[in-house]
């Protein structure tokens, strides 16, 4: 099974190894969506990542949630 497996595997990553020249022309439009790309992966990771570590400081209790005070009593803020 496993020698199979590495068969398989092996002969996956020589056939990727062995090619012909593309000739592929490269414009201006393709080029620019390839970055379009890469900067939006970069900002959607990081913003997943920012969503992701808030939630996991709130679940831990090291930040509270945003609109919620931990004290509700009017007299405290200094009101009359």
Known sequence: MIQSSLFVFFLTLLL???????????????????????????????????HWYWRLLNF?????????SENRNPESLGGE
């Open 60 to 68: 831990f209790g090291i930040k509270k949630q945003n609109g919620k």
């Open 16 to 50: 990727f190894f062995k090619s012909d020249p593309a000739h592929a022309y490269l414009d201006p439009g393709s080029v620019s969506l390839v970055i379009q790309a890469i900067i939006a992966t970069i900002a959607g990771a990081a913003l997943t990542w920012k």
